[in-house]
């Protein structure tokens, strides 16, 4: 089966005997969340009652915000930005203050990408900038990345691969790189600078740089994962990352990938982007872009789709969400659905419900569920079909 | 973990011969490599040593709980990533193209599984510490960056 834990999207989860085989410890605590109950004001009821009374509150709604999505399949998420387009409501997920900045790259084609199969072939410098993997995406590299012997790096993380990384403290993917490879610890942009002056052959702040530009020559690929370090170091102005990018691609190949994020974060921002020209963050009255943080300061509905905004946003979101209509569509427990007035769980993605999801490095991956169970498909059409 | 020189200071210290090594130094080692067990010492068991012996045995739990190899996974730091898995030799030499390409393990038996999350030990018999040609390799340790992994001797 299909993990959905992660953008990774490992293929090769076996189920056997009640047991869990080669999913990471996120993976496991992913497919195995406790599963929430649906509820009107917290008090228990049926499933179609739940939905009936989402359906009221949807269609009521006169300043709608959808929010969430990333871990839903692409057929739900195409559902529900219709339902946004018929309410004029806003739609945005997690990306707008996650990875999404770096996908909005990738889809505008300033910076060169490829697939982490390609990576697993050929790729000889792995650069992680701000990127902790071994805790956001734990089976990043023994997969895609450092560790595999495959394709054109049969010799594996002894010879045939270089890893660097570069962070503002010493993670554990940093601990592996100073055994075998570079660890830069600094600021981003000074990190940046430095690479430039070493491709002119002076030394900047980071000298070592120069050590990691030297691996690069020697190889024909090479790669760089950018994580959530590198987005916020970068305050917002990546025209100086994509111009090192081009500079790096003068001296040899190196590709960008973002360095994951939710399991299907990348599929909704590729609809929004095919739809709105917007990657996320898209309010359908104006026009315009709009983030989940501004909206719901005005909106007075709110449908939270597989995500738990409470848990991972500041208060006064949270704050906000308790005084308004919210609903939660979620499959497990979370503290989002305690503070909501209705909860229609539904089933877990690649478990309970099949359809496509698109992983971090743009691959489009088909589930495949071995349960038949409610999906957030379903929930989202019925919703549309009240509207 | 337990160093031979911990251990040799808690011992009686006399080189009485009793449980057939020469001196307690050595005895103190082959307790670390699970070759003698504490009981062998008898004048331990005496009153006198009674302090020592309870501390003694404190320390030992560890090596208790290690493997014919030395290995001893801690699975409250384990997060499953597989580094250990995908960067064992025996697995790349076993499975060319599952483990070693950074897929699931698809060996029967291999030495070492990802099972609900965490590694577990499955079978020592293939892991290059084991039998009487053992060297002592240490990759699954080296690229583990949690530390879950240890070996006696570390």
């Known amino acids: 089966m299909i993990c959905t834990g992660c953008s990774c999207l490992c293929d090769d989860i076996v189920i056997r005997d009640g047991k869990i085989f080669h999913a990471c410890r996120k993976g496991v605590k992913h497919l195995r969340a406790e599963k929430a109950t649906p509820s009107i004001n917290s008090k228990p009821v049926s499933i179609e009652e739940a939905l009936k009374a989402a359906g009221k509150i949807v269609k009521n709604a006169n300043n709608l915000v959808i929010f969430g999505l990333d871990t839903i399949p692409c057929e739900a998420q195409e559902k529900a930005i219709e339902l946004a387009e018929a309410k004029n409501a806003v739609i945005d997920d997690c990306s707008s203050f996650c990875l999404g900045d770096f996908v909005e790259l990738i889809l505008k084609k300033k910076v060169p990408t490829a697939t982490l199969d390609e990576v697993r072939d050929k790729a000889y410098v792995i650069l992680y900038w701000g990127s902790n993997p071994h805790q956001s995406l734990p089976r990043h590299m023994s997969r895609f990345t450092y560790y595999p012997r495959s394709g054109k790096r049969q010799r594996g993380y002894e010879e045939d691969r270089y890893l660097a990384v570069v962070d503002v403290r010493m993670s554990e993917t940093a601990k592996l790189a100073k055994k075998g490879g570079r660890f830069v610890m600094g600021n981003d942009l000074d990190v940046i600078d430095s690479f430039f002056k070493a491709m002119e052959g002076k030394a900047g702040k980071h000298p070592e740089v120069a050590a990691i530009l030297k691996e690069m020559q020697k190889a024909d690929f090479n790669v760089i ?40 974060m990348r599929g909704f ?119 | 973990m337990p160093n031979p020189m911990e251990i040799y200071k808690l011992l009686p ?142």
Not at chain 1, 231 to 246: A, H, T
């Open chain 2, 13 to 154: 210290k006399t080189n009485c011969r009793v449980c057939g090594e020469q001196t307690c130094m050595s005895f103190a080692f082959k307790l670390l490599t699970k070759e003698r067990k504490l009981e062998e010492c008898k004048p331990l068991y005496t009153p006198e040593y009674e302090v020592q012996r309870k501390k003694l045995e404190e320390i030992l739990v560890v090596i208790e709980k290690a493997t014919e190899t030395g290995l001893i996974v801690d699975e409250e730091k384990c997060v499953g990533c597989a580094n250990c898995i995908v960067s064992c030799p025996v697995h790349v030499e076993k499975d060319p193209y599952g483990a070693a390409m950074g897929k699931g393990i698809t060996v029967e038996d291999p030495i070492l599984r990802i099972e609900d999350g965490v590694v577990k030990i499955v079978k020592l018999d293939l892991c290059r510490r084991y039998g009487e040609n053992r060297t002592l390799c240490v990759v699954c340790r080296e690229n583990c960056p949690n530390d879950a992994i240890s070996f006696l001797e570390d």
């Open chain 1, 225 to 264: 994962f950018g994580g959530l370090g590198l987005r916020y170091g970068l305050k917002g102005d990546y025209s100086r990352f994509v111009e090192l990018i081009e500079k790096l691609n003068e001296i040899s190949r190196v590709v960008f990938i973002p360095a994951g994020f939710h399991a299907n």
């Open chain 1, 269 to 387: 921002n590729e609809l929004m982007f095919k739809k709105t020209g917007f990657i996320n963050a898209y309010d359908f009255s104006s026009g315009e872009r709009i983030t989940f943080g501004e909206a719901v300061k005005h909106a007075d509905t709110a449908l939270v789709i597989g995500s738990d905004p409470v848990k991972s946003l500041p208060p006064y979101i949270a704050a906000r969400l308790a005084e308004i209509n919210t609903v939660v569509v979620n499959p497990s427990q979370s503290l989002t659905a305690r503070i909501a007035k209705v909860v229609i769980p539904t089933s877990i993605s690649g478990v309970g419900q099949g359809g496509t999801m698109v992983r971090s490095d743009g691959l489009t991956v088909e589930l495949e569920p071995f349960e038949e169970s409610v999906s957030d498909a379903e929930v989202i059409i019925s919703l549309l079909e009240v509207v």
